[in-house]
């Protein structure tokens, strides 16, 4: 009978079954491979805090007569190392639950501009520490269905990026327009821009350019993997165009009308 049933079938499709099962075992083996870089990347990024924290404490655990001077300057670049420890975590746990979709999106009507301006305002202080010029420009009212808290995340990712990775004196600006169905939001730097070879890897997890990865800007390297989930959940997408030296523009577009998954509302 199974004689029968493989006669029925023929020949051809069992190799295509053959193909098709082939193509989904190499699938899982990709996603597993990318899982285990992405457990062994956390555990790197984890410890590497904690290797700087544990030098310092026994620094001052084993030394005699420590004046009270460098206890403090210990204790402070204690204090920041578990802050890089907190922010590294909150990033992965905002990662994981958009990955996981656990939180589904809270759509709303969402005025672009006020949005982007409420964002700008609280970046202003970092702007002016650093005396970079903040531009802001948009031209008409901009409603968009998009969930506000989670995109305030992502638009702040950017302009942060643009802030931090540009000298002191510099301008970052940030653009916002639309056509009938569509946003579109620019956010443009001065700074010190990002190698061609780099520019389709910076939204990868973890990943941070040559440029900046030894710098002390504080950064987690999840950010704009985190503003990339969030575009893509929105059905919107995002571009870099960058020269080094130069500076870059993050351009992002997002319909206005939210596309629910699955058909209408
Ligand atoms: P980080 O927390 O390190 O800023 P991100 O995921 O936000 O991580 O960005 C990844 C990397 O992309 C950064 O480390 C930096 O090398 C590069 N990058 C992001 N935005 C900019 C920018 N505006 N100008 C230059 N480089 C940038």
Do not use: C
């Not at 029968?4 to 053959?18: F, H, M, S, W």
């Not at 597993?32 to 805090?49: A, D, G």
């Not at 948009?138 to 968009?144: F, L, M, Q, R």
């Amino acid at each position: 009978q199974l004689d029968q049933k493989v006669n029925v079938i023929g020949k051809d499709e069992i190799a295509e079954l053959g193909n098709a099962f082939n193509h989904m075992t190499d699938q899982l083996q990709r996603v597993e491979q990318s899982r285990q870089e992405f457990v062994s990347n956390v555990s790197h990024e984890l410890k590497t805090p904690l290797s700087s924290i544990k030098v310092l404490t026994e620094s001052l655990m084993f030394q005699e007569d420590v004046p009270v001077e460098m206890y403090k300057e210990f204790f402070e670049d204690i204090n920041s190392e578990v802050d890089r420890l907190n922010n590294i975590i909150s990033d992965l746990l905002t990662l994981v639950r958009l990955d996981q979709r656990e939180i589904p999106l809270n759509i709303a009507n969402v005025d672009i501009n006020e949005m982007t301006q409420n964002i700008l305002k609280r970046l202003t202080p970092l702007a002016k520490k650093k005396e970079i010029k903040l531009i802001y420009e948009s031209h008409k009212d901009i409603i968009a269905e998009i969930d506000e808290v989670k995109f305030t995340l992502a638009l702040t990712n950017l302009i942060e990026n643009a802030i931090k990775y540009t000298p002191s004196g510099g301008e970052v600006g940030v653009v916002i327009q639309s056509d009938l169905q569509d946003a579109f939001i620019s956010v443009q730097d001065t700074g010190i821009g990002i190698a061609k070879e780099e520019q389709s890897r910076i939204f990868e997890r973890f990943y941070r350019t040559d440029k900046t990865r030894n710098r002390e800007t504080g950064g987690t390297g999840l950010g704009l993997a985190i503003t990339y989930k969030t575009v893509i959940m929105h059905n919107g997408s995002i571009q870099v165009e960058s020269e080094e030296g130069k500076g870059s523009v993050f351009s992002v577009q997002f319909p206005l009308r939210h596309v629910w998954e699955g058909g209408t509302k």
